[in-house]
Every structure is written in structure tokens, then in C-alpha cells.
């Protein structure tokens, strides 16, 4: 993870600042930072976002492929996540620098994406036991200010509103046998429903409270956060602390209560800014969201 040095007088300034609901660049302590998002960015995919939130910079590309479903869920397809950690975001992700903090992004997003409550994966099934689409989806780390598993949360969730999955017929031939045929009309397709796709709230404990979308200086002053992915009904569907610090049960249930809250306040502005994009036919939005 990118880090940054700062001095003992820098932490009380943050920390008399957190405090008081006053963070250094005038938030307060459940407010994000100006977030912009940009679809249809790389061509060669089915589907593609990037995010930029203050100077975190993420893009994520989403490729349909056809692959079989798995042997416990024969009537379901799966998301297959890679994690890309750019040199030029930080010196520290030169040579392999990257690959740990790419390897832990990727657990991360198995576990918050990959299962039927975020994804309809029964509408990813061709022919059951057979036949699946298996969605690839790529996460490019451009630059790095903070708060990654928000900003990439987000920009999968628009890369997947923004996918377009080919239409499939499939037909028997004269010896019973299964023929499948992909559409080539670019409007013949499938789109997936990313109503419940749920977003990544990360909470960091500064002091003695806890603030949303951290940079980088807050980071460095703080013991733990609580990372927690939400619903657009706010359901928690996911929670991971990370950190070397503890947390203690009165901070976590604090915690969790204002990712529920900050998570679900994202989700209906996101949507509408998704759903004007594509019918103003635009590439290009931005907007800023506070919790």
C-alpha cells in the first residue's frame, strides 16, 4: 500500500481537525472527496469505467468470455478478478512492489462481488452445466491517493452497468446435437442488472472518530480501518478490518452503522448519473458525492 511520511506536528493538526469535523481539505468526517467517472474508456472490451476519486485513479475493464460453470453451481456463471498495480501510481509498486497489495485487492472483491447476492450470476448461465459466460473483469491501478477499494467498488460497479453481453441462440442440429451462435449485432445484446452490485465503504479510525475516504496523510494517522461493502438497501454483505491497530466493539458497530448509512446514500446517485450518461449518450460525467 502507497504510504506517505508525516510529522508528529501534521498528526495533532489532523487530529485535532478530526475531532472537530474539520478535515484538512474542509470535509467532514463522512464527506468524499469530488469523484469522477468516465465509461466506454478502452475499446476492446465488453465494458469499461474509470474512476477518479480526488487523485486516485482506477480503470477496470470487463471481457465476456464463454467458459463452463462450475461443477457446485452448474446454473450459474462467475466473475474472474485481476488486479494491476501501475509503477507510475507510486515508486513502491516498481518490479513486483505491487503484486501483494494487487493479490489482497483481489481476495477483497471475490468476496464482495462474486456470489449471487451482488451479480445475478443465474443470468450468466447459457446451458446449464455446460455452457457459462465467465465475466473477466481488470482493474488497472493508475494512481494513488487513498481509499482504493471505494474508488475500484464503484468503477466495477459502472464497468458492469456498461457491459454488453452478446446475445446466444442455441439450436439442435440433425444428430441432437447443440449449436450455439453468437449474435454480431452490437444491439443484440444482454445487459446485466447492477441494482444490487454493492459498493465499498472504507472507514478509518482517526482518534477517537472515524472518517470516510481517507487520504493518504489521515491514513498514516490512522490505528485500523473497517472496510465494509453495502447494498443500495443497505445490507452489509461484506466486513474486513485492516490494519495493525485493534478496534474496539463500541468503534466497529459506530463504524458499520455509518458505512451503512455513507453506502447507501452512494448508490441512487451513482445510478442516475450511469443511467443519464447512457441515455444522453455521453462518455464523459462528473459528480461529487458526499455521505
Known amino acids: 500500500m502507497a504510504t506517505v511520511q508525516v510529522s508528529e506536528a501534521e498528526k495533532v493538526y489532523i487530529l485535532h481537525g478530526v475531532r472537530d469535523d474539520l478535515r484538512v481539505d474542509g470535509r467532514g468526517c463522512e464527506d468524499y472527496r469530488h469523484m469522477e467517472i468516465e465509461t466506454e474508456m478502452v475499446s476492446n472490451?465488453?465494458?469499461?469505467?474509470?474512476?477518479?476519486?480526488?487523485?486516485?485513479?482506477?480503470?477496470?475493464?470487463v471481457k465476456a468470455e464463454m467458459g463452463k460453470p462450475r461443477p457446485m453451481v452448474p446454473g450459474e456463471g462467475y466473475l474472474e478478478f485481476f488486479v494491476d498495480c501501475s509503477a507510475n501510481a507510486t515508486p513502491e509498486f516498481e518490479g513486483r512492489g505491487?503484486?501483494?497489495l494487487g493479490m489482497e485487492l483481489s481476495n477483497t472483491l471475490y468476496k464482495v462481488f462474486?456470489?449471487?447476492?451482488?451479480?445475478?450470476?443465474?443470468?450468466?448461465?447459457?446451458?446449464?452445466?455446460?455452457?457459462?459466460?465467465?465475466?473477466?473483469?481488470?482493474?488497472?491501478?493508475?494512481?494513488?491517493?487513498?481509499?482504493?477499494?471505494?474508488?475500484?467498488?464503484?468503477?466495477?460497479?459502472a464497468a458492469l452497468f456498461n457491459t454488453k453481453i452478446p446475445k446466444v441462440?442455441?439450436?439442435?442440429?440433425?444428430?441432437?446435437?447443440?449449436?450455439?451462435?453468437?449474435?454480431?449485432?452490437?444491439?443484440d445484446c444482454m445487459r446485466l442488472n447492477v441494482e444490487n452490485v454493492p459498493c465499498i465503504v472504507t472507514l478509518c479510525k482517526v482518534g477517537h472518530r472515524h472518517v470516510v475516504d481517507a487520504?493518504?496523510?489521515?491514513?498514516?494517522?490512522?490505528?485500523?480501518?473497517?472496510?465494509?461493502?453495502?447494498?443500495?438497501?443497505?445490507?452489509?454483505?461484506?466486513?474486513?478490518?485492516?490494519g495493525g491497530g485493534s478496534l474496539d466493539p463500541e468503534s466497529i458497530f459506530e463504524m458499520t452503522e455509518t458505512g451503512k448509512r455513507v453506502g447507501k446514500a452512494l448508490h441512487a446517485?451513482?445510478?442516475?448519473?450511469?443511467?443519464?450518461?447512457?441515455?444522453?449518450?455521453?462518455?464523459?460525467?462528473?459528480?461529487?458525492?458526499?455521505?
Request: aromatic residues 4%; charged residues 25%; glycine residues 8%.
Open 45 to 61: 472490451t465488453d465494458g469499461s469505467a474509470k474512476v477518479t476519486l480526488g487523485h486516485t485513479d482506477v480503470l477496470v475493464g
Open 98 to 100: 505491487g503484486d501483494e
Open 114 to 157: 462474486n456470489n449471487r447476492h451482488s451479480v445475478d450470476l443465474k443470468s450468466l448461465c447459457i446451458s446449464p452445466g455446460e455452457h457459462c459466460w465467465v465475466l473477466y473483469v481488470d482493474v488497472l491501478l493508475l494512481q494513488c491517493d487513498g481509499n482504493l477499494f471505494d474508488a475500484i467498488s464503484v468503477a466495477i460497479k
Open 169 to 187: 441462440h442455441i439450436s439442435e442440429d440433425e444428430e441432437g446435437g447443440k449449436e450455439i451462435e453468437l449474435s454480431d449485432d452490437p444491439y
Open 215 to 242: 487520504t493518504l496523510q489521515e491514513k498514516a494517522c490512522s490505528v485500523a480501518s473497517l472496510i465494509i461493502s453495502v447494498t443500495r438497501k443497505g445490507t452489509v454483505t461484506c466486513v474486513r478490518k485492516v
Open 269 to 291: 446517485p451513482l445510478m442516475q448519473l450511469l443511467q443519464e450518461e447512457e441515455s444522453l449518450g455521453k462518455k464523459r460525467q462528473k459528480v461529487g458525492f458526499l455521505g
